[in-house]
């Protein structure tokens, strides 16, 4: 009996088969289990002798079934190793991060470049009062230049800001008075436009400010000449062009020399060579005077940027609406990689 279960347990070839030898052999209804239920009909002498007997078979058996146990286990472990193995030579799966937002870059760039000079960051509210927006920049209710800036009206007196320059009336009425003031505000302006490849209700501007004793128009010059290289290239130059804004005296407009045909003159210069780039001037004494600076003492110089029109002609964008359609095959072109 002991040789032919330790046999069948040999060739048990999974644990299903080796738990049904287990069972036939060990089990309640098994032999062993017979053997010792009937040692109540065994003689005295008998008993001992045989119980021994057969707790020796079945401890044989049971150690051969656990070693067999082992066995398969671990070769079913093996086999299964070797069945899900890992191919580490699969090419992974590609993780698409995200990217800057054109004009985002744009504000990031133009922002370090003036932290560098020494300015700071300003901010303002988009849903302005009509006293910033207009009436502290030198611009009364009845002033015909508020046509200019054709502006979404919320009540009479609060409105969507429709260019940042309400933040230089903010900052300077928070200095008290005291220069020196050094700000960039870059942020979100409104406009009742209709909306085409070049107008958009929406779009972002970059104020600057400087307000200090003996600020001079050649300061806001050279300061603007740093701007252009940094962004359009070391050799670019600037045109300054007589302008007019309310809350600048005098005011211009700065044009840089076209970095497409290097002053050639090509459709994106309209073959002029210059391009268009800013609104700029010398803040107006009545404005200083409105914010709490005395002009006889300070001066200052003032400047806003078109941000979308930078990110245009950087990366040759060709029409405004793709900055604000969301669509992610044109932002996935914006990655830092460049
Ligand atoms: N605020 C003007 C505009 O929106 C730009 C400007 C800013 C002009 C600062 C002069 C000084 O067109």
Request: with cysteine; aromatic share 8%; charged share 30%.
């Amino acid at each position: 009996l002991q040789q032919e279960a330790l046999q069948k347990v040999d060739q048990a070839e999974d644990l299903k088969q080796l738990n049904e030898v287990r069972v036939a052999y060990l089990g309640k209804k098994g032999p062993i289990t017979e053997v010792l239920r009937g040692m109540g009909k065994l003689s005295p002498e008998e008993r001992p002798k045989m119980g021994a007997l057969a707790n020796e078979v079945r401890e044989s058996i049971s150690s051969k079934i656990e070693a067999k146990q082992a066995e398969l286990e671990e070769a079913a472990i093996q086999k299964q190793l070797e069945e899900q193995s890992i191919d580490v030579t699969l090419p992974g799966r590609p993780i698409y991060s995200g990217n800057h937002h054109p004009l985002t870059r744009v504000v990031e760039e133009v922002e370090d470049l003036f932290i560098s000079m020494g300015y700071t960051i300003a901010e303002g509210p988009e849903v302005e009062q009509d006293y910033y927006n207009f009436e502290a920049l030198n611009l009364p209710k009845d002033h015909p230049a508020r046509d200019m800036q054709d502006t979404f009206y919320i009540t009479e007196e609060i409105l969507m800001r429709t260019h940042t320059s309400p933040v230089q009336a903010r900052t300077m009425k928070k200095h008290q008075g005291k220069g020196p003031v050094k700000i960039i505000c870059p942020g979100k302006v409104y406009r009742r436009d209709h909306d085409d490849a070049t107008h958009s209700h929406q779009f972002m501007q970059i104020e600057g400010l400087v307000v200090d004793e003996n600020i001079r128009m050649s300061d806001l010059k050279g300061t603007l000449e740093v701007f252009a290289k940094k962004m359009f290239g070391e050799d670019r130059e600037i045109r300054l062009r007589p302008s007019f804004f309310p809350f600048t005296e005098p005011s211009v407009e700065v044009d840089v020399s076209c970095f497409s045909c290097g002053g050639k003159g090509c459709s994106i210069c309209k073959k002029t060579g210059w391009i268009e780039m800013l609104g700029a001037g010398m803040v107006h004494p009545n404005v200083l005077e409105m914010a709490g600076f005395d002009s006889k003492k300070y001066t200052g110089f003032a400047f806003g940027i078109g941000v979308e029109r930078i990110a245009m002609l950087r990366y040759g964008i060709d029409d405004i609406r793709h900055l604000y359609a969301n669509d992610i095959r044109f932002l996935k072109q914006f990655s830092r990689v460049e």
